[in-house]
Structures are given as C-alpha cells and as structure tokens.
C-alpha cells in the first residue's frame, strides 16, 4: 500500500505563489508517474501536471509556463510550484501516484484559493 500526504495549500492574491507538496509513504518502490489534478466547485476534476520516472513532464494547457512539477525520489515527495496565480485555479488541488501493479492512488486534497 502506498499513502500520500499533501501540504502547502492555502489562499493567495492573484499573482501569487504557493508550492504543493505531496510525499508518498509506503510501498514507495511501486510507484511510477507522479501528478497533481484539481477539482473546482461545481466542476469535475481535471488533470494539471504529471511527471513520470524519468522525470518526463506534462502540463495542462491551462498551467503551462506557470506551474512546475518536480520530485525528489530520494524522499519520495513529488512538488508543485505555482506562480502567477489566477482566481481561476481555485480548487482542490488531489496529488496522485501511478503504481507498476496498475492501479493509482490519490492524496486526501489540499485546499488553494486565489483572491482577485
């Protein structure tokens, strides 16, 4: 089994920044991609950035040139820089982690909210 714990959530004015952590406890040799998704209210959850075991990344159109995803596997954390914030990328942000047995699993949520 593998659990993850996220940090790092908070409100921030627009243009702001925060950094999302989320470290992975566990059955951590299992895990291959590592990402970040967001659920706004009223809204379904959405994919924002994923970095896989080769440190190969992949950002949603929406955060490109604003948010980086990065992780350090000797402490099994994976991280999300978030600058230039907009009150559009309030939400809950879920960290997530693919294991090699073929099934994910996904952090608890952490809260981020951007005032105008």
């Known amino acids: 089994q593998v659990q993850l714990v996220e940090s790092g959530g908070g409100l921030v004015q627009a243009g702001g920044s925060l950094r999302l952590s989320c470290a992975a406890f566990?059955?951590?040799?299992?895990?291959?991609?590592m990402g970040w998704y967001r659920q706004a209210p009223g809204k379904q959850r959405e994919f924002v950035a994923s970095?896989?075991?080769?440190?190969?990344?992949n950002y949603a159109d929406s955060v490109k040139g604003r948010f980086t995803i990065s992780r350090n596997n000797a402490k099994n954390t994976v991280y999300l820089q978030m600058n230039s914030l907009k009150p559009e990328d309030t939400a809950v942000f879920y960290c997530?982690?693919?294991?090699?047995?073929?099934?994910?699993?996904w952090g608890q949520g952490t809260q981020v909210t951007v005032s105008s």
């Open positions: 970095i896989n075991s080769v440190d190969i990344t």
């Open positions: 997530r982690v693919d294991l090699s047995v073929g099934y994910s699993r």
């Open positions: 566990g059955s951590t040799s299992l895990i291959n991609a």
